[in-house]
């Protein structure tokens, strides 16, 4: 008699004995024992696609392949007198063997273990989750490659942490906790370790299910929820601390499509807590690097996002995009301090609307509010230092507008030495009568372009500069900076080195009193004010080639779109050369506009950070205004 062909579902015995059966009740026969792959979908498994996990698809039709007993002198002889078929299959199997399928594909955790939702097979509670022994390569542990399925609401105790990993996913196979339909975690006042702790845990992705967050220029409700109920200041707790997810020492984590919610709820000018960065929705501080946040909700919170790389050596991948962020003092913090030799390179924030810090305000003004915080210092935390910076760093697409309160500094703000950044078509709308007290950037730092950004302040309550260089090889083009007392200035110390300046085909659209502020080399500073004379004044003290003066009417949209007869159309340099598709070193976005319009490849760009029209058709340049374009 032939020996058996086990076939083996997800469900099926271990039976070595005895003859195994098709779905038709048939015996199934073969000349020598294997274990074959079967795709039979395991009971009340979701069949929902991930196309945001391409391991899934191998996983999710594939089970463990456990053993194949064949010794190699039976091995050859089955091969010779083997059918064809049998010899394909043998082919197959020596092929998978080499491949690593350990831990379970899917987990589902449920609040009580129960069943209900998606979560239907042998579901286990957050306690199983949290214990060391159902970690690991075996088949009913969670391990790389496996997906953590929550369904549910899952209710904490004040300062309590409900998931903490146990152990790490693996390059390429991180371990997925997947927020299925209508998952919540809420808490009065979730701990400071995270309602999801993972601290010094790597390759893991915290999914909140479906796609959210700040998506063409729109907002997109989110599926997946971390929330606070009753931590602020008129509410039952003052939990200076909390945060939704602790990652402080994780490397190569993404979290994306979750909606963070009244980590803090400050209420009165009077509650200064204890100072920054309090309670907040992701920490990350000390991380490995490849850090990817993005598609997310986020709301109420002191320092929201708040991390860096290991104060030794150099930090690679932070990456924020797609977020909608807002009553916060902080959108984004991210910092070094040493006197050693520290670097964190390749920092990208893109697409992301952050807005409204004004709730943060106190009477002491212990916050500073900046929606992008970048600061490279010594030890001290002060002192200027060569061997602490960030460097490649990217910042584009984004808008910041909303009240951003009395105790602001900037919508981007750079303190220290960082060393090589690129800023371009962002917005920035003033609000309120608010002045952004270093303006919409505070670009102090080495080798910084400023391209094709729309910088609109608040009127005559915007009295300081709304774009502040201050450093080395700083570059300012194609920018529409309108509606401030002050617009812009040049600086002329820098503790890093001689600043030098190239300024060209920037439109200034009514400023006030000490419009332009320029400090010569030599030392004094001159105040100009928003007269011709006084901007054909800064052109020569700056050299500026290109520029438009503009003393009336702007016509810009309120969003700073230009219309039709806008000075800024067709006034801009083109720097398609720069585009990397075009061998340059800047993101692509840089030749479409901040809608995804075209900019045009030959050709006059338009001034700021949108086109004019459809994918970058120009009209006739405008006639008959009170402007001069240079």
Same mark, same amino acid.
């Given at each position: 008699?032939?020996?058996?062909?086990?076939?083996?579902?997800?469900?099926?015995?271990?039976?070595?004995?005895?003859?195994?059966?098709? $779905?038709?009740?048939? =015996?199934?026969?073969?000349?020598? !024992?294997?274990?074959? /792959?079967?795709?039979?979908?395991?009971?009340?498994?979701?069949?929902?696609?991930?196309?945001?996990?391409?391991?899934?698809?191998?996983?999710?039709?594939?089970?463990?392949?456990?053993?194949?007993?064949l010794r190699a002198s039976r091995l050859t002889e089955e091969?010779?007198?083997?059918?064809?078929?049998?010899?394909?299959?043998?082919?197959?199997?020596?092929?998978?063997?080499?491949?690593?399928?350990? !831990?379970?594909?899917?987990?589902?955790?449920?609040?009580?273990?129960?069943?209900?939702?998606?979560?239907?097979?042998?579901?286990?509670?957050?306690?199983?989750?949290n214990s060391a022994a159902n970690w690991g390569g075996g088949?009913?542990?969670?391990?790389?490659?496996?997906?953590?399925? &929550?369904?549910?609401?899952?209710?904490?105790?004040? @300062?309590?942490?409900?998931?903490?990993?146990?152990?790490?996913?693996?390059?390429?196979?991180?371990?997925?906790?997947?927020?299925?339909?209508?998952?919540?975690?809420?808490?009065?006042?979730?701990?400071?370790?995270? =309602?999801?702790?993972?601290?010094?845990?790597?390759?893991?992705?915290?999914?909140?299910?479906?796609?959210?967050?700040?998506?063409?220029?729109?907002?997109?409700?989110?599926?997946?929820?971390?929330?606070?109920? =009753?931590? %602020?200041?008129? /509410?039952?707790?003052?939990?200076?601390?909390?945060?939704?997810?602790? *990652?402080?020492?994780?490397?190569?984590?993404?979290?994306?499509? &979750?909606?963070?919610?009244?980590?803090?709820?400050?209420?009165?000018?009077?509650?200064? /807590?204890?100072?920054?960065?309090?309670?907040?929705?992701?920490? #990350?501080?000390?991380? +490995? %690097?490849?850090?990817?946040?993005?598609?997310?909700?986020?709301?109420?919170?002191?320092?929201?996002?708040?991390?860096?790389?290991?104060?030794?050596?150099?930090?690679?991948?932070?990456?924020? *995009?797609?977020?909608?962020?807002?009553?916060? $003092?902080?959108?984004? %913090?991210?910092?070094?301090?040493? @006197? +050693?030799?520290?670097?964190?390179?390749?920092?990208?924030?893109?697409?992301?609307?952050?807005?409204?810090?004004?709730?943060?305000?106190?009477?002491?003004?212990?916050?500073?509010?900046?929606?992008?915080? &970048?600061?490279?210092?010594?030890?001290?935390?002060?002192?200027?230092?060569?061997?602490?910076?960030?460097?490649?760093?990217?910042?584009?697409?984004?808008?910041?507008?909303?009240?951003?309160?009395?105790?602001?500094?900037?919508?981007?703000?750079?303190?220290?030495?960082?060393? +090589?950044?690129?800023?371009?078509?962002?917005?920035?709308?003033?609000?309120?009568?608010?002045?952004?007290?270093?303006?919409? #950037?505070?670009?102090?730092?080495?080798?910084?372009?400023? #391209?094709?950004?729309?910088?609109?302040?608040?009127?005559?309550?915007?009295?300081?500069?709304?774009?502040?260089?201050?450093?080395?090889?700083?570059?300012?083009?194609?920018?529409?900076?309108?509606?401030?007392?002050?617009?812009?200035?040049? @600086?002329?110390?820098?503790?890093?080195?001689?600043?030098?300046?190239?300024?060209?085909?920037?439109?200034?659209?009514?400023?006030?009193?000490?419009?332009?502020?320029?400090?010569?080399?030599?030392?004094?500073?001159?105040?100009?004010?928003?007269?011709?004379?006084?901007?054909?004044?800064?052109?020569?003290?700056?050299?500026?080639?290109?520029?438009?003066?503009?003393?009336?009417a702007e016509k810009l949209d309120s969003q700073g779109r230009?219309?039709? +007869?806008?000075?800024?159309?067709?006034?801009?340099?083109? &720097?398609?050369?720069?585009?990397?598709?075009?061998? %340059?070193?800047?993101?692509?976005?840089?030749?479409?506009?901040?809608?995804?319009?075209?900019?045009?490849?030959?050709?006059?760009?338009?001034?700021? =950070?949108?086109?004019?029209?459809?994918?970058? !058709?120009?009209?006739?340049?405008?006639?008959? /205004?009170?402007?001069?374009?240079?």
């Amino acid at each position: 008699m032939g020996r058996k062909l086990l076939v083996l579902g997800p469900d099926s015995p271990k039976r070595e004995t005895g003859h195994c059966t098709n $779905d038709t009740g048939h =015996a199934l026969t073969a000349p020598t !024992s294997i274990f074959v /792959l079967s795709n039979i979908k395991k009971a009340g498994q979701s069949s929902r696609s991930r196309a945001n996990s391409p391991y899934w698809e191998l996983l999710q039709t594939s089970t463990v392949l456990r053993r194949a007993k064949l010794r190699a002198s039976r091995l050859t002889e089955e091969m010779v007198k083997a059918p064809w078929q049998l010899i394909g299959a043998i082919i197959l199997v020596s092929t998978l063997a080499t491949l690593s399928f350990g !831990s379970a594909t899917n987990v589902y955790i449920t609040p009580d273990g129960n069943a209900q939702g998606a979560c239907t097979a042998s579901p286990h509670n957050p306690a199983w989750f949290n214990s060391a022994a159902n970690w690991g390569g075996g088949s009913n542990q969670i391990g790389p490659g496996t997906t953590v399925h &929550l369904c549910g609401t899952f209710t904490g105790n004040t @300062n309590q942490s409900m998931l903490a990993a146990q152990s790490n996913g693996t390059s390429g196979n991180p371990v997925t906790i997947f927020f299925e339909s209508g998952t919540n975690l809420t808490s009065p006042a979730w701990t400071g370790a995270g =309602a999801i702790d993972l601290d010094n845990r790597s390759h893991f992705v915290v999914d909140g299910g479906t796609s959210c967050g700040f998506i063409n220029g729109a907002v997109t409700s989110c599926n997946g929820t971390i929330q606070n109920t =009753a931590n %602020g200041t008129n /509410l039952a707790n003052q939990n200076v601390n909390s945060l939704a997810i602790s *990652a402080n020492g994780a490397t190569d984590i993404e979290i994306r499509n &979750l909606l963070v919610a009244n980590m803090y709820v400050h209420g009165s000018s009077q509650d200064d /807590l204890t100072g920054p960065p309090g309670p907040g929705c992701v920490h #990350f501080n000390g991380s +490995g %690097g490849s850090i990817n946040i993005h598609n997310n909700i986020m709301h109420d919170a002191a320092w929201c996002l708040n991390g860096g790389g290991v104060q030794s050596g150099t930090t690679t991948g932070f990456s924020f *995009a797609n977020n909608e962020i807002y009553n916060f $003092d902080h959108g984004v %913090g991210m910092g070094i301090v040493s @006197n +050693g030799t520290v670097m964190y390179k390749n920092i990208t924030f893109h697409d992301n609307h952050i807005h409204d810090t004004a709730i943060w305000d106190t009477f002491n003004s212990n916050f500073h509010h900046d929606g992008i915080h &970048l600061f490279s210092y010594c030890g001290d935390g002060t002192s200027w230092c060569a061997n602490a910076t960030m460097t490649n760093i990217n910042i584009y697409n984004n808008l910041c507008d909303g009240d951003w309160g009395k105790d602001n500094t900037g919508c981007i703000f750079f303190e220290g030495n960082e060393n +090589g950044a690129n800023v371009f078509n962002n917005v920035n709308i003033g609000c309120c009568g608010r002045s952004m007290n270093n303006g919409f #950037f505070n670009a102090y730092g080495i080798n910084i372009n400023i #391209f094709n950004n729309t910088i609109i302040g608040s009127g005559s309550g915007q009295v300081s500069y709304l774009v502040n260089p201050q450093g080395p090889n700083v570059v300012v083009k194609n920018n529409v900076i309108t509606d401030g007392v002050q617009l812009t200035g040049q @600086n002329n110390e820098y503790p890093g080195g001689q600043p030098s300046y190239v300024w060209s085909n920037n439109a200034y659209m009514n400023g006030g009193s000490n419009a332009w502020v320029f400090c010569h080399m030599g030392g004094g500073c001159d105040f100009l004010n928003f007269t011709k004379s006084s901007f054909n004044t800064w052109e020569g003290w700056t050299s500026e080639s290109g520029g438009v003066y503009v003393n009336g009417a702007e016509k810009l949209d309120s969003q700073g779109r230009p219309q039709s +007869g806008s000075a800024v159309i067709a006034a801009a340099v083109n &720097l398609s050369n720069l585009c990397s598709k075009n061998g %340059g070193t800047f993101p692509d976005a840089l030749c479409n506009d901040r809608d995804g319009n075209s900019r045009p490849s030959n050709g006059s760009w338009d001034i700021g =950070a949108y086109v004019f029209g459809n994918n970058g !058709s120009k009209p006739d340049p405008p006639s008959g /205004l009170a402007a001069d374009v240079h």
